[in-house]
């Protein structure tokens, strides 16, 4: 099983900032457990997965609207606001 | 002209916001011109501890545009998370199919344009890869140092609709997203209005030398919303790559943003940068089965494909390309004009005229400007309000057929229909429009018009076996019966008295 | 009489209240003195608004007074835990990054206990996003367990578990992602009830991961802990894993003499304390000396559960918990000047260390290159164990262990471990991997500390797993000893 990870990398994926000591720290327990994991690689296990849960369409949701929060309970537990947007630090890429 | 040594290799991913009244995962409401955050509830916020459900006519318009497009319906269908930051993205994931989308395959048939507008171009089948039913994000706005987001978009139903690497030029793309909204709105599936944001695009271009098997690199441009972008987006892209190629360097498959002001495209970032989306199977939405009795049901909304109708109009009930054209680009407009020549099957050309010219013309006039994202001439006409019935035109022909009113009466009488909604035969008895069809008053006024030196010319033509010159005589005939004569009678006529 | 109104089970509570021999606003009192006594002491509560705690039990007074009682549940205290959203109270999940948010909806298990005219009383510690077994990874405050301070009392629903023990409340409503509600009440001496997947909604439920996530009932009786399920057991169609009307017929009780248990083949060799063991075999004892049949059953790869749960269960969690940016609600950082730059420290501020061990593994075991070796992996073999379950609960009635290896440690002792602590859930974890129904009931001591045994059983066989264990509650009333505070 591939072992090695790149901690600034994931880091980065999960944006999280870490400091010198953590990346130690998490990189050590980290491999620890994906050690313990190998067993997992020398299972012999079925070829794949069982479908969790299934429903039908009865199970879906009509198509009829509900309540909305309002604009001020959405702002009022947003750390920052203006005119009923949330506003954050300028976004520069623009693309989604 | 030469051909190109370059081919131009496109596939498109097409992104349409469904006709539902929620969300696709949240029952809040959606809608264009709402106030920001108004459209927001605790699942759309991605509040802890909220979940998503899925909203059943958001599936049965998918399942139903697979039908359109003669996709596969799988069995089964289930959604996935594609994982990234953003801050229009409230969970920072986005409910999307991977693995097992909505539909399969399917196809588009397009029409390039002809080499004139009355001439139709060549038509060509697009395959679809597939098509899935994911999430929109929210909206951001920038001011200043900050930026402002509303939430009103997030979790709006979108159906990612996924070409193969069909298309070879940009006119072929703006021909298939044009076929493509037709498909989409006279199935009743989506709006489509790009104004609103409801059809974006991201345009996959690569190239290669003419007889090339291997595709080229590609490059994908990001959020187009117009075809007028996107056709100008694959030309500049297609443009760029060939530059590059022919001075010596490699295309890097990266991802383009477009700036439509400046008509130019720019990097957004490279393959290095390329997101880890890290997907898997969404635990909070079970596997979907989809009954086949729900793709039974579905099959019968679907409407006749558009470029079917029109051979079936140019082939069984011999109108013309252009008046077909206009009349398949409507749905409800050929509905009514079908309808209309149900009511008269005897002449549905001369029906098809009168929807495809008058009626659309004076429904325009009567409604506001066009559309002006709607880039086929396609005019927005509203027939609900139309005050003439199909069975009232149908009306009209007939009698003008039967010689009863006069082609130019017809006109007349069509006018006084569109703004009261009479019959016609109600028209004609109130203004007494009546074709003169008095054989023996008739005659009397063919014989004086022969009479008259000034035909004499027209009538020794006619005689030396020119048919088309009795046509000069038929004009001071009608002038004196004041339009009210049958034409065909003094067609019968005129040739009696002329031996 | 009064003094000892903290010691009252629901059931008896209920049975006063119908009686009239006591009145809700009267319990609510008494529970709250020894609140305001012993809470600082044993750290179980995070929120409580007394003032909102006797306006529900008012109200339930005037309600009875009225002959418009909802339900026997009617006027009885329960505490939830703090990532359970009740509307109007702090959603905390015991992490900084929540501190200060206000949950503005209901869950749906609070509409259900406000619907049966239940008293929503507090908010429980817990560790941060339910990630822990000792309460020690909540950001907020340290709970103790009531039987000895210096210990923890468990975890992730350690509030619970210890406000239950330390008689705050009859009944507690707990979370189970890998055993958090059945290795507390283990550790606490009370009885702890993870149901089976879908049985009851996960809408308002904080997410840590979701396909193993369930709200769970928690008690110091069987006969309470099925009351509390019987309220919290409904469908909703806010949660599409949430089972509808038509699939929650409980399989019925079977008579202790009928009874077939299975004994996983080897399960008190390893690793198991030698007086958990003994305690483990008493009850194994006890049931055969009802007529029950006791047969070893083979689960293969029971040591396939421990990684499969932590590779499962740190990829959604990776996933559940990338909400918490700072955008829309809770922490953010005033460091920041990009989106980019906030998102990332308002997360690093915002979690403790284990969310970040966790999602950093998560991250890992999905990401690309690796998904197929670990986290597809792990669905298959979570596959394996399922089948292996279902297919010994053929054989058998249920699988009984010990709930947990050893009894609780001290304070700080293991935290530094965390491959360790992974360890304390081997037991529970599988019936999470399974969707399986599973109990832990309070069964002996080792030393001054209680443990419990564990009972599996197929879907929805929740009424026989409290069926067999209320037998065994009959003659061993541990309940009734209180811990020593
Ligand atoms: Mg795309
Ligand atoms: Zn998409």
């Known amino acids: ?96 | 002209m030469s051909e190109s040594p370059w081919e131009i290799v496109i596939g498109l991913e097409v992104h349409v916001q469904l006709r539902t009244r929620t969300k696709v995962f949240a029952s809040a409401p959606w809608g264009f011109g709402e106030e920001p955050n108004e459209q927001v509830d605790p699942v759309v916020l991605g509040l802890p501890g909220t979940l998503p459900v899925v909203n059943r006519v958001a599936v049965e318009q998918a399942i139903l545009f697979g039908l359109v497009v003669e996709a596969t319906i799988p069995e089964r269908c289930a959604w996935d998370r594609k994982n990234y930051f953003y801050p229009d993205n409230p969970k920072n994931y986005q409910l999307t199919q991977k693995d097992f989308p909505v539909t399969l395959g399917g196809q588009v048939e397009i029409e390039l344009p002809g080499p004139s507008r009355n001439v139709m171009g060549e038509h060509k089948m697009i395959r679809l890869h597939h098509a899935h039913l994911e999430e929109d994000v929210g909206k951001l706005s920038h001011s200043g140092s900050g930026s402002l987001v509303d939430y009103n978009r997030a979790g709006v139903p979108l159906l990612e609709i996924v070409t193969e690497p069909d298309l070879r030029s940009a006119a072929e793309a703006a021909a298939f997203l044009n076929a493509l909204v037709t498909m989409l709105t006279q199935a009743g599936v989506a709006d489509c209005d790009m104004e609103k944001g409801q059809l974006r695009c991201d345009a996959n271009v690569s190239v290669r030398r003419r007889g090339d098997t291997q595709l080229g690199t590609r490059t994908e441009t990001k959020n187009l919303n117009s075809i007028s972008g996107v056709r100008d987006c694959i030309q500049y892209e297609a443009a760029r790559q060939i530059r590059e190629l022919e001075e010596g360097r490699k295309i890097t498959q990266e991802t383009r943003g477009w700036n439509a002001v400046n008509a130019r495209g720019y990097v957004l970032r490279d393959k290095e940068d390329a997101h880890d989306y890290r997907y898997f199977p969404d635990p909070d939405i079970p596997t979907l089965k989809i009954a086949r009795a729900t793709v039974e049901r579905l099959q019968k909304l679907v409407p006749e494909r558009p470029f079917h109708r029109q051979r079936r109009y140019m082939e069984k009930l011999g109108l013309p390309y252009t008046v077909t054209s206009v009349l398949i680009a409507d749905k409800a407009l050929a509905d009514w004009f079908e309808a209309a020549a149900a009511a008269y099957p005897q002449n549905p050309s001369g029906i098809a005229n009168w929807v495809a010219n008058d009626l659309l013309r004076d429904l325009s006039a009567a409604t506001s400007a066009p559309d002006a994202f709607s880039e086929p001439s396609v005019a927005k006409v509203s027939l609900v309000d139309c005050r003439i019935k199909p069975a009232q035109l149908a009306g009209l022909v007939k009698i003008t057929d039967e010689g009863v009113i006069s082609k130019q009466q017809a006109k007349e009488v069509f006018a006084e229909m569109f703004r009261t909604g009479q019959d016609a035969g109600e028209i004609v008895n109130a203004k007494g429009l009546r074709q003169n069809s008095d054989a023996g008053e008739l005659e009397k006024i063919i014989q004086e018009v022969i009479a008259d030196p000034a035909v004499a010319k027209s009538i020794a033509e006619y005689r030396a076996g020119n048919e088309k010159a009795i046509n000069a005589l038929k004009g001071p005939i009608m002038k004196r019966t004041q339009g009210k004569a049958n034409p065909a009678m003094i067609d019968q006529l005129l040739r009696k008295h002329l031996g | 009489m009064s003094d000892a109104l903290h010691l009252l089970s629901a059931t008896e509570i209920a049975q006063r209240l119908h009686a009239g021999t006591l009145t809700s606003r009267a319990l609510v009192e008494a529970l709250l003195i020894r609140y305001r006594n012993l809470n600082s002491k044993v750290g179980a509560f995070t929120y409580l608004s007394e003032s909102d705690v006797i306006a529900q039990a008012e109200a339930s007074d005037e309600r009875r007074k009225q002959g418009k009682t909802l339900s026997s549940l009617d006027g009885i205290p329960v505490a939830i835990k703090d990532n359970i959203a009740v509307k109007g109270q702090p959603l905390t999940c015991s992490s900084k990054m929540l501190a200060k948010l206000i949950s503005p909806y209901d869950a749906h298990v609070i509409e259900a206990l406000r619907a049966a005219g239940a008293i929503i009383y507090g908010r429980l510690n817990m560790d941060e996003f339910a990630m822990g077994s000792s309460t020690e990874n909540s950001a907020l405050q340290k709970t103790y367990n009531p039987w000895d301070l210096a210990r923890i009392p468990g975890g992730s629903s350690g509030g619970s578990a210890a406000a239950l023990a330390a008689g705050f409340v009859p009944l507690a409503l707990g979370s189970d992602t890998g055993g958090s509600i059945r290795q507390p009440a283990s550790h606490c001496g009370v009885v702890g009830l993870k149901p089976t997947y879908g049985l009851i909604s996960r809408y308002g439920l904080v997410a840590f991961a979701s396909s193993l996530d369930q709200i769970g009932p928690m008690a110091r009786s069987i006969d309470d802990c099925e009351l509390l399920l019987n309220a919290l057991a409904s469908p909703d169609a806010r949660d599409m894993t949430c089972f509808d009307q038509g699939q929650r017929t409980l399989l019925p009780p079977v008579a202790v003499n009928q009874l077939r248990i299975g004994i996983p083949r080897g399960i008190l060799d390893k690793g198991v304390g030698q007086e958990v063991a003994a305690a483990t075999r008493a009850a194994i004892d006890f049931y055969r000396a009802q007529g029950a049949t006791i047969v070893e059953v083979d689960l293969p790869s029971s040591d396939l559960a421990v990684p499969t749960y932590y590779v499962v269960a740190t990829a959604e969690a990776s996933s559940n918990l990338a909400r918490y940016d700072g955008v829309r609600y809770g922490h953010r950082s005033s460091q920041a000047t990009t989106p980019v730059e906030m998102m990332t420290l308002s997360r690093s501020e915002g979690f403790g260390p284990e969310v970040k061990r966790r999602i950093l593994l998560g991250t890992f075991v999905l990401s690309a290159g690796y998904a197929d070796a670990y986290y597809v992996r792990a669905l298959r073999a979570r596959s394996k164990i399922l089948s292996e379950h279902l297919a010994a609960l053929e054989k058998v009635d249920m699988i009984l262990t010990p709930t947990v290896p050893t009894p609780a440690f001290k304070a700080g002792e293991k935290i530094s471990d965390p491959l360790q602590l992974y360890l304390e859930d081997i037991f529970t974890i599988p019936a999470n991997l399974a969707g399986l129904p599973a109990l832990s009931v309070p069964c002996g001591k080792s030393q001054h500390l209680p443990v419990g045994f564990h009972l599996v059983g197929a879907p929805l066989s929740e009424k026989k797993l409290l069926a067999a264990s209320r037998v065994f509650e009959a003659s061993h009333p541990y309940r009734h000893q209180q811990a020593p505070l």
Do not use: C, W
């Open chain 1, 1 to 96: 099983m591939a072992k090695g990870f790149d901690i600034d990398h994931l880091a980065k994926l999960a944006r999280l900032q870490l400091s010198a000591e953590e990346k130690a720290l998490y990189s050590n327990q980290l491999s620890q457990v994906l050690t313990y994991f190998e067993t997992l690689a020398r299972a012999d296990l079925p070829p794949a997965a069982n479908v969790a849960q299934v429903i039908e369409e009865s199970a879906l949701r009509a198509d009829i609207p509900g309540q909305s929060l309002g604009v001020e309970a959405v702002t009022k537990i947003a750390p920052a606001s203006r005119d009923g947007q949330i506003s954050v630090p300028r976004v520069v890429d623009d693309e989604s």
